[in-house]
Every structure is written in C-alpha cells, then in structure tokens.
C-alpha cells in the first residue's frame, strides 16, 4: 500500500485527536493542539469530524437530517412525527422493529404502545433497562391509513428499503454486537426478501457483518399468549444473552417452562 506521508500525518493527528476528546483542556499544550487540528483540517476536516463526535452527537445529527426527509411524500404527509430511534447510544445491543404505530407516531418515538411495553417488560427480563438498550424500526414514519381507518397496516418492502439506509447509518454509528429483528416484517426488511418466522426464529443470521437473532413480534406475543409462544421467544433471548457473554441466572433459564 503506498501512503503519502502528508496522509499518513493526517492519519497520526486524527487518531491523536479522537484520543484527545475526553482529556482535560490542559493535557496537551493549546499550540500543539491547534497544530494538530490545522493538519487535519487541512486534508480531513469531514472525517474527523465525524470520528471526534460523540455518537450521541452523530445520532443527534442524523435525527436532524431525517428530520428533512421526504423520500416518501405519502408518509410525510400522514405523520405526526418521525419516529427515529431511542436508547443508549452505545448499546451493545438493538432491537428493529418494523414501523411505527399510532401511538410511537404521536410520541415520536419506538415502542412506546401495547407491543412495545411487552418488549420494554421482555428487556427488563434480560436484564437490563429499556436504557441499556437501542430501539428502533425499519421504516421511520407511521405507514398511512385510508381516512378513518385507524388500525396499522405493514409497511411495503418499497418503503422499507427506502428507509433502509438510515437504520444502516444508526447501526454503524451504535456499532451494536447484535441485532435482535422483531418479527417476520423486520426481517424482510433487513434482508430484503420475506421469510418464514417459524423457521427464521431462534437462528443467528447476518446483517451490516453483525449477528442478527430473529425472534417473534411482541404484537404476536400479545394475540398469542401461550407458555408455549413465550417460551419461543425467551429462548431467543436467552441466545442473545448468552452472545452478548451476559451472566443467566438458572432462574432465567427456566422462564416459561411448563410446571
Ligand atoms: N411495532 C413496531 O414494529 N415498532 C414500533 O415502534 C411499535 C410497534
């Protein structure tokens, strides 16, 4: 590989930067770092800025710039909100949903309705806060209705690969070290072709290069309380665990077993 030196200076002072973030003002004289940032500014500005920016400030920025979106003037002209995501944004972990419902289009945010209290239970289970984690859908606008009907309709495979890149750019910046897809919309949306939940669930597959655990839709859940189901998608989740190298206490194990 031929690199310049002036590219391989850029390359020192960006890393040098980055790791400078955090310091206190004082660790490093102020002349030394201006010489720093004229270097870089110099060949790299847009690079760096982006590898010195927190990822809360690179989710804030994108979230501004969704916030524009009208790739989809049907959508844009129904919504109350874009619902763009929420959680910590650097989770280790990050549930994808399908598309948001009235009550996330009002709030403007994920999961916020019945479904999505099941999930934010379902995490807490896990072993976590709904905090810990990182939600959000395939698609960021509430799929449309016919006037007076209010009930939620899936979301076309158009609209999702439309959307597609801004979950790809949420995802590269959380750098998550595995999805969880909820349902059989989410994941045909993610992999581009529709697939079949009952033999889609409880296997990893891949996404963006990350693992992907497809698992049941909370709204199933909620249609379908069984042990049976439950246990179904507490099994996923204990997979999920158990890649994220989290303890499982013996009584998680055997949530939703039969007595
Ligand atoms: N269902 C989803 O898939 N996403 C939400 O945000 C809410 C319900």
Redesign the pocket.
Known sequence: MNIKPFDQAVSLACNALAGLRDSPAGSLPRASRASLERLVSAKAAPAVAAASRSKAERLAALHAEMSHCTNCPHLVKNRSNI?FGVGNPQARLMFV?????S??DLQGE????K??QLLTKIIEVMGFQRTDVY?A?VLKCRPDMPPGEGDNRKPTPGEMATCLPYLIRQIEIIEPQCLVA??A??MEGLLGKPVVMREARGHWHTFQGLPLMATY???YLLHKPSLSEKRKVWEDMLLVLERLGEPISTRQRGFFLPK
């Open positions: 619902v949903g399908e598309a948001p419902g009550d996330e994920p999961f916020v309705g479904a999505g939600l859908n909820l349902g919309t989410a839709h909370p709204a």
